[in-house]
């Protein structure tokens, strides 16, 4: 069973376009994240909801708009598309409470906005 | 802003070799922790070592932090082909650990 399970993989899309990519946890977790890495491999955090509210929002521009539902769901969604939204988006989840923050990540959905 | 910084940015090595990675970052931390990438995969969770901690150990793995240098390494001993991944730090970021911060990570090579 996948813990943390993104969709789609991939994505290939026109500029100016819209899009979404969903998230879901199945390990009972409090918080979840996106992180988005480049093509340098920098791995950057974008948001952080903790039991559906929103607690870090890393500068990122107003084209991008998380959604969380519920505890086990964060999705992201992607308004107007630039050639510089191409990269690689990670949902990550930790439990609730933990002093350390150890963080469990999907797979990755390479988006690529031509 | 990034946090961490891993450096070398790449490293090849034979097999049986062992493989040293470093870590700096900038802020005050709880703790800092060590994570593996495949290729094309997510960020597997190695390691975590608390800043109470000096230096800590998982079978070929050993950590190594000093926070008066705001600095951590990563030793992998008698590498293996199977270990060729990247290999990121992450800190809490001023102590936050619900935001946990990496740098652009060490491509590792281990050829056979």
């Known amino acids: 069973d996948t813990a943390v399970s993104q969709t789609p993989k991939y994505l290939v899309t026109q500029m100016g376009n819209d899009k979404s990519i969903k998230c879901e946890q199945n390990?009972?977790?409090?918080?979840m994240y996106w992180y988005k890495q480049d093509s340098k491999k920098f791995l950057k955090i974008m948001f952080s909801y903790n039991n559906k509210e929103l607690i870090i929002n890393e500068t990122v521009p107003n084209r991008f708009s998380p959604k969380s539902p519920d505890k086990a769901h964060l999705n992201l969604h992607i308004n107007s598309l630039e050639l510089g939204d191409s990269a690689v988006y990670f949902c990550a989840s930790t439990p609730a409470g933990t002093r350390t923050g150890e963080l469990f990540f999907g797979e990755g959905s390479r988006l690529t906005v031509l | 802003s990034q946090q961490g910084e891993e450096d070398p940015q790449a490293l090849s090595i034979q097999e049986g070799e062992n493989a040293t990675m470093n870590c700096s970052y900038k802020?005050?931390?709880?703790?800092l922790q060590w994570y593996r990438q495949n290729s094309g995969r997510g960020l597997v969770h190695l390691i975590l070592i608390r800043s109470n901690e000096r230096e800590k150990h998982s079978g070929r793995l050993r950590v190594t932090l000093d926070t008066s240098k705001k600095s951590s390494s990563l030793l992998i001993t008698a590498s293996r082909a199977a270990d060729t991944a990247s290999y990121f730090c992450?800190?809490?970021?001023?102590?936050?650990?619900?935001?946990?911060?990496f740098g652009a990570g060490t491509r590792l090579t281990v050829k056979p």
């Open positions: 992450a800190t809490d970021f001023k102590g936050n650990n619900n935001d946990m911060r």
């Open positions: 390990l009972g977790h409090d918080t």
């Open positions: 802020t005050s931390i709880n703790n």
